[in-house]
Every structure is written in structure tokens, then in C-alpha cells.
């Protein structure tokens, strides 16, 4: 049972250009989400988060959007880099609970 | 900057046999956690650890797995007789509150022959 989607395993983008990472939850107890990125062989490094209070969290090039209707979250990265081609994993947590699900991840190639 | 240190990088093991991976978590962290993720597969959650005590622990870690912190310091996940399928990354992570962001380690690749 995935409680965190993300649909699309891979994304190609042209540097400059905008990157949007999507990603879907099931979970309506889920309060907490979070954007990690992770290169090969290398742990997930945190990126951006945001409680379910806000639709909007901003950090410098990363923007995430959520949308609790749909249950929905983004990862907007602008201007893409190439240090930026790594894989995205969306993860969700529930306040009762201790622990960050991960979606399966997608692939971000940022093309020259 | 403050980051968490997962020992050995590699770890080779003969099926059946034990295996002991270790983390140093950033130094005012509370919260301890266990992930893995098999090859081309999810990170998964295998189990959370605070105040000496396991708070919460996945389907996956069952009697084989044990967490402990014996020195309060280091962070250890063991795993008694290890199968195939537990081949794996595993991850350390670490947070200084809960529902909130985990810091994760380089990770440790579990290779069972």
C-alpha cells in the first residue's frame, strides 16, 4: 500500500529551466512533509519541508506547494542546475507517528 | 556541519550470520531511526528509537533485528542471522524532535552471499 506516490520515476529538464516534482498522498492523517534529495551511494539529504498549516514553503531555488484537498505536494526547483540531477524522494509523517514514509522517487536529469 | 557517521561502508556477510552496523548520530539528537532501501526499491522505515526504548518498528523488523544504544552514544542495528533479501543500504537517521526532518547517514551496503 503506497501512501506516498510519485508518478513519474524519471524527469529531464533543461538547465535555466523550471524542474516540477510531484507527488501524491493517501494518508489525510499525514501533517508533516518533507523533500529529500540523494545522490548514488549516498544517504538522502534533507531539502525542504512543510506542515500541512501552509501551502507554501520557499528556500532559495526550492519552492514546495501543497494542496491538502487534493492531497497533493510539488517540489519547484527555479533556475534548475546541473548540481541538481540527483533522485527526489517525497516523504510524509503523521504527528501519532514516529517515523517518515518515502515515495519511490523520481529521477531528475538536468539536461545542458 | 553536524552529520551523522555510519560504520563499516560495506559489510560482506555469509548467510546466516550476524551483522552489527553502526552510527554516531549528531551529537543533540533524540530520535533514532533505521531505514533501508534494496536496489532500485524505496527507502523504507524499519524502526524508530527514543529514550532507550523502540517507539515504533516496521513489518520488516522482526525478531532477526535488534536496536540498541549501548554507550549512549553510538546507535546499532543488528541482525541476528542474516537472509539474502536482507541485501540492502540501510540508513541511520537522526532528529532532534519528532515529526520534524531526519538527518540521514552515508548508509551502510549490506551485501549477503
Known amino acids: 500500500d503506497q501512501q506516498v506516490k510519485q508518478n513519474s520515476p524519471s524527469l529531464s529538464v533543461q538547465e535555466g529551466r523550471i524542474s516540477i516534482l510531484n507527488c501524491d498522498y493517501t494518508?489525510?492523517?499525514?501533517?508533516?512533509f518533507l523533500w529529500y534529495k540523494k545522490y548514488p551511494a549516498e544517504g538522502p539529504t534533507f531539502l525542504i519541508s512543510i506542515s500541512s498549516i501552509k501551502d507554501k514553503n520557499e528556500d532559495g531555488r526550492f519552492t514546495v506547494f501543497l494542496n491538502k484537498s487534493a492531497k497533493h505536494l510539488s517540489l519547484h526547483i527555479v533556475p534548475s542546475q546541473p548540481g541538481d540531477s540527483a533522485v527526489y524522494f517525497c516523504?510524509?509523517?503523521?504527528?501519532?507517528?514516529?517515523?517518515?514514509?518515502f515515495g519511490k522517487g523520481t529521477r531528475l536529469h538536468i539536461l545542458p | 556541519e553536524p552529520e551523522v557517521t555510519q560504520t563499516p561502508s560495506h559489510q560482506v556477510t555469509q548467510m546466516g550470520q550476524e551483522v552489527i552496523l553502526r552510527c554516531v548520530p549528531i551529537s543533540n539528537h533524540l530520535y533514532f531511526y533505521w531505514y533501508r532501501q534494496i536496489l532500485g526499491q524505496k527507502v523504507e522505515f524499519l524502526v524508530s528509537?527514543?529514550?532507550?526504548?523502540?517507539?515504533?518498528k516496521s513489518e520488516i523488523f522482526d525478531d532477526q533485528f535488534s536496536v540498541e544504544r549501548p554507550d549512549g552514544s553510538n546507535f546499532t542495528l543488528k541482525i541476528r542471522s542474516t537472509k539474502l533479501e536482507d541485501s540492502a543500504m540501510y540508513f541511520c537517521?537522526?532528529?532532534?524532535?519528532?515529526?520534524?526532518?531526519?538527518?540521514f547517514g552515508q548508509g551502510t551496503r549490506l551485501t549477503v552471499v
Open positions: 494518508n489525510s492523517m499525514f501533517d508533516y
Open positions: 528509537f527514543y529514550n532507550n526504548e523502540i517507539s515504533e
Open positions: 537517521a537522526t532528529g532532534y524532535r519528532i515529526n520534524t526532518e531526519a538527518f
Open positions: 516523504a510524509a509523517s503523521a504527528n501519532r507517528d514516529d517515523k517518515i514514509i
